[in-house]
T-cell receptor, first 111, second 115 residues
Framework: GDSVTQMEGPVTLSEEAFLTINCTYT??????LFWYVQYPGEGLQLLLK?????DKGSNKGFEATYRKETTSFHLEKGSVQVSDSAVYFC??????????FGKGTKLSVKP | EAGVAQSPRYKIIEKRQSVAFWCNPI?????LYWYQQILGQGPKLLIQ????????DSQLPKDRFSAERLKGVDSTLKIQPAKLEDSAVYLC?????????????FGNGTRLTVT
């Protein structure tokens, strides 16, 4: 079945470092791809999405490009801040329009 | 707009007891989802409603879990009897329609501990 694989965490970075969180997927058809973020004590929030191949989603300095040839949707940010500390989930749309999530990657940014 | 409301926020029960969670979606959202998030894992879909009809409940353990969405608005998820492995955060989400055109809005979840 459809699935998402994310890099294992936790990831610890210093402020202003470059961030990459890898995400690859397995799916029949052409799903839409998402990154969700969960800040401490809060609910899941949509960070960005891409609905077709070569689309780039972006929000709050984060970017991810839908790469059909490598079935990937890696999350990147050029300069992380302490406030970016959170758990990041990669997800894709299932056949019924629901979301299938990866296991999540915890990011800690140190000042 | 008001977000997705869930209650209770925390619940501790003993195994074999029953428990119920409540969700009030964003007004006007036709699609409602219940997800189970076990510690260290991503959310897993339990059931998806479109208005008051079930779209997908293939991963709902129907011998112990049940859910309903009366009148196509609020929803309750029940576990009876609970097992230790049911300890998790139960997330409710709603959207105007199915993804990807309609983003999912998540509640803060109910953290269940089964002892």
């Amino acid at each position: 079945g459809d699935s998402v694989t994310q890099m294992e965490g936790p990831v610890t970075l210093s402020e202003e470092a470059f961030l990459t969180i890898n995400c690859t997927y397995t799916a029949t058809g052409y799903p839409s791809l998402f990154w969700y973020v969960q800040y401490p004590g809060e609910g899941l929030q949509l960070l960005l999405k891409a609905t077709k191949a070569d689309d780039k989603g972006s929000n709050k300095g984060f970017e991810a490009t839908y790469r059909k040839e490598t079935t990937s949707f890696h999350l990147e940010k050029g300069s992380v801040q302490v406030s970016d500390s959170a758990v990041y989930f990669c997800a894709l749309t299932g056949s019924q329009g629901n979301l299938i999530f990866g296991k999540g990657t915890k990011l800690s940014v140190k000042p | 707009e008001a977000g997705v409301a869930q209650s209770p926020r925390y619940k501790i029960i003993e195994k074999r007891q029953s428990v119920a969670f409540w969700c009030n979606p964003i007004s006007g959202h036709a699609t409602l989802y219940w997800y189970q998030q076990i510690l260290g894992q991503g959310p897993k879909l339990l059931i998806q409603f479109q208005n008051n009809g079930v779209v997908d409940d293939s991963q709902l353990p129907k011998d112990r879990f049940s859910a309903e969405r009366l009148k196509g608005v609020d929803s309750t998820l029940k576990i009876q009897p609970a097992k230790l492995e049911d300890s998790a955060v139960y997330l409710c989400a709603s959207s105007l329609g199915p993804a990807p055109n309609s983003p999912l809005h998540f509640g803060n979840g109910t953290r269940l501990t089964v002892t």
